[in-house]
């Protein structure tokens, strides 16, 4: 088979598409979460929005990972002239628009549910073929800078959104939903425009198929673990940092719950936290990104991020009032920026397949993914057991598992050329 691609974009360009898309996408995606489905729950059952929070983020998960499994394969084998990673980044927004302005309108719980689905279902697609873009086209060199700044956009989205949110609190909450769309699609508009492709030829005969042994058939669907064993500790440090890191998408509730804070007040005191955290994630991110290409490291980033972010999600614990929850929000975004730093750049390094790079990134991205419904499931019974407090220590271990799944990958190694590689 022939899955080359035969036009590349100048790495700043490139970089920057993919950036204004996946802001974009985590604006759509992000937000919901961690605002309006909390508001828009309230407005449908107020006396059971922890519970239906759980359930609706419970529904949608498996939704989502059928998506970004899916998308990756299809995108792997389009040979459009408009390339195989642009034609999804620009449906799946544009079908992610569509189930957003219907989870706004949504009239019961049931309706609300399914829209999401959906949306968190096409928006997938547009997620894969995002971060296949980096094994497509970004050269190893360039992967912990391209991590850093990528990583980053996550973060400031949110931030924005918020922000926007609560700049836009006379809006009805059918207008915000259906403003996260249109921001959705224009980004990933701008990001086709941007990002250079060519058709990709996918060729495989019938007669290769029929030759592949029932176990290398199942290898397709998941990459070996006995022969790729670094993918699948690469995927658990992912699974596990993004049960770790729900702490910090979990504060709306934490806050309507624990400190007993209004609706009106809310979007307010979300945006504060904001402010603070992100900045601090961002410095962290860029600089880790950079540092990791500069001495050719990445594991001890990794290593060090996942210490402090449990010290922060352990600060969550204890807090005694919203101000210091703050600072350990803060901390928090210290330890995951660094870890964003790198996150990208060492999945890219050990997927199996060049063939197969957006379905297995779209793996690495299923294991994000199931880091929200996880920790949904849990805060339910474990905040009925021991409040808050123990709902984050559990959560803090989880960002600890993070680091210690991670020691089996080698490094990467420096050579004489500035080459890097991994080491042996």
Not at 39 to 67: C, E, Q, R, W, Y
Not at 250 to 273: C, K, N, P, R, W
């Amino acid at each position: 088979m022939n899955t080359s691609n035969a036009s590349k974009t100048p790495f700043g360009r490139l970089v920057a598409g993919i950036c204004i898309a996946s802001f974009g996408y985590c604006i759509a995606v992000v937000i919901p979460i961690a605002l309006l489905l909390t508001m828009k729950l309230a407005m449908l059952d107020p006396a059971s929005v922890t519970k239906n929070f759980s359930i609706v983020s419970i529904l949608a998960a498996p939704v989502g990972i059928l998506g970004l499994y899916v998308s990756g394969i299809i995108s792997d084998r389009t040979s459009w002239k408009f390339g195989r990673r642009r034609p999804w980044i620009l449906i799946g927004a544009s079908a992610g628009l569509v189930g957003l302005y219907f989870t706004g309108k949504a009239e019961s719980f049931t309706a609300l549910c399914v829209f999401f689905a959906i949306s968190k279902f096409f928006l997938s697609f547009m997620n894969t073929a995002l971060y296949a873009l980096i094994p497509d086209q970004v050269d190893e060199s360039k992967r912990g800078t391209a991590s850093g700044i990528i990583g980053l956009v996550s973060p400031l989205s949110i931030m924005i959104g918020i922000n926007l949110m609560f700049m836009l609190n006379s809006w009805t909450i059918e207008n915000k939903f259906l403003l996260l769309g249109v921001i959705s699609v224009a980004s990933a508009i701008i990001a086709c425009l941007l990002v250079k492709e060519s058709n990709v030829d996918f060729q495989k005969s019938n007669e290769e198929a029929s030759q592949l042994r029932f176990r290398e058939k199942i290898s397709r669907i998941y990459p070996s673990p006995k022969k790729y064993p670094y993918f699948t500790y690469g995927v658990l440090t992912r699974f596990f940092m993004a049960i770790g890191y729900c702490s910090a998408t979990y504060t709306s509730v934490y806050y309507l719950e624990h400190f007993h804070v209004s609706q009106q007040d809310l979007a307010g005191i979300v945006s504060m936290s904001m402010n603070i955290t992100i900045p601090l994630l961002a410095i962290s991110s860029i600089l880790g990104g950079v540092l990791s290409d500069k001495i050719g490291r990445q594991k001890p980033f990794i290593l060090l991020s996942a210490l402090v972010t449990a010290i922060g999600i352990l600060g969550y614990s204890f807090a005694p009032s919203i101000s210091i929850s703050y600072i350990a929000g803060a901390v928090v975004s210290i330890g995951f920026g660094m870890f964003l730093a790198v996150d990208i750049a060492l999945m890219t390094r050990v997927l199996p397949n060049p063939q197969d790079a957006a379905k297995d990134m779209g793996i690495v991205n299923i294991a994000n993914d199931l880091g929200a419904p996880v920790a949904n499931a849990l805060a339910s019974p474990v905040v009925a057991a021991g409040g808050y407090p123990l709902f984050f220590g559990v959560l803090s271990i989880f960002a600890i598992l993070a680091g210690v799944v991670i020691k089996p990958i080698p490094e990467l190694e420096k050579q004489a050329d500035d080459q890097i590689s991994i080491a042996q």
